[in-house]
């Protein structure tokens, strides 16, 4: 069993893990960037070791730095939490030759389903429907071309090794194709290292629906129903929200069987999620996996009353799973506001530096990750998330209301944040009947500016 557990990540992640890690009675060894030396999960964990600078290259991506922190203070596994390493297979291989248990799924099934080719293959073989578009990389505009004209305009070009919603250019007309993709690729190569891009039909106005899953070493695979992340900023989830408010029983029992069908087809072995985009005429498709802890975890938790990262670490443990499919209740709704150091007034642009006041709300049903604190810094070199405030109550009308009162009560001084911006869509019309599509809230930004709300 595990018994002192390495976090490689920083912010409000790695203070979620230190938490539950605490509650099973496993020790814990934050890591850190010179930037972060005052920060919450250091303060939080057991111990604490240095890792390189500020840059993530230097240290929170710095594989040898990581893995050598944990031998050293004797760890026995290493958690990535997102983003940064999370779906890294070099890393997860590394981790397991180095004796260290890598809270995640095996190496193998990071590369399979981390790339999204391979992964629309895989999902091909299952008979999962898949997005019109290519399984392999396209390397030429010329290829690319006629693959567009096959599939027809509109299409998106994205990086098969995409995350986080970069790498990604949509194209409505031949015309502009070959600079799209030429951007597509070389934002690819700058992101994550590759220039592999691949073209899909783009979907319109579709739902953004995922379903969380969860695998064990012995087969048995279980879902924890979906969640609508259909509210996003340039293809970056902003809002979250389980269940989803407009979707069918049918429709939502087809996804979470397909999800199912997915996981199985690979062997999935750890707590993840099959993105779906789910179009106008109720027609769905499998989208991309994420093969990690998600950002929005927290709103499966509320409805579910399971605690993922205690899952996910039972079963690198090598444990069973410990629920069958009938054991999964749900109950209530759950919301979640990303709060993101960040100017709506300036395109969103990141706003770094001091915390000069904090107020943090509370209450019945309101659940506060985050890592910051009174006076803390936010540093300009990681990303912009600072806060997730989720509100969980039996309708999703009380939901929202709670989240209102939740807004009222943060208080942020020193550096922009997004606060005010979520405090005005949850008095929109429209997504108070949860009638909104993925270009739903850029559509929004513009009408707030225009009347100067924002
Ligand atoms: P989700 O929000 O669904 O959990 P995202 O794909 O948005 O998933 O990624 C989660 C976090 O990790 C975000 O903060 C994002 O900016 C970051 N992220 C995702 N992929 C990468 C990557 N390849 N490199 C760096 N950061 C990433
Ligand atoms: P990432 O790994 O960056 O999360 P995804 O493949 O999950 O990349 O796409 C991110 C977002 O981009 C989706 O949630 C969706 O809003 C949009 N998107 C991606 N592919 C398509 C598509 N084929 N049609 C329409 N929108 C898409
Ligand atoms: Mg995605």
Redesign the pocket.
Known sequence: MISKLLIANRGEIAVRIIRTCKEMGIETVAVYSTADKDSLHVQLASESVCIGGPKPLDSYLNMHAIIQAACLTGCDAIHPGFGFLSENSEFARLVQECGLIFIGPSPEIIEKMGN?TEARKSMMHAGVPI?KGCNEPVKEVEEGLKIARDISYPV?V?ACN?????G?RIVYDESDFAHLFLEAKNESKVCFGSEDIFI?????C?K?IEVQVAGDNFGNVIHLFERD?SF?IR?Q?MIEEAPCFVLSEELRENMCNDAIKACKEVGYNSVGTI?F?LDKHGDYYF??MNTRIQVEHPITEMITGIDLVKLQIRIANNLQLGYKQEDIKRQGYALECRINAEDPKRNFAPSAGKIEFLNLPGGRGVRIESAVYNGCFIPPYYDSMIAKIITFAPSRLECIKKMRVALEEFILDGIETNEEFHYLVLHNKQFIEGKYD?AFASGLIEELIANEYI
């Open positions: 999204k997005v998106i994205k995409g995350g986080g919603g970069r990604m899909e039909k783009y979907i319109e579709p953004h992340c996003q293809n989830k993105e985009l989208m991309e993925t």
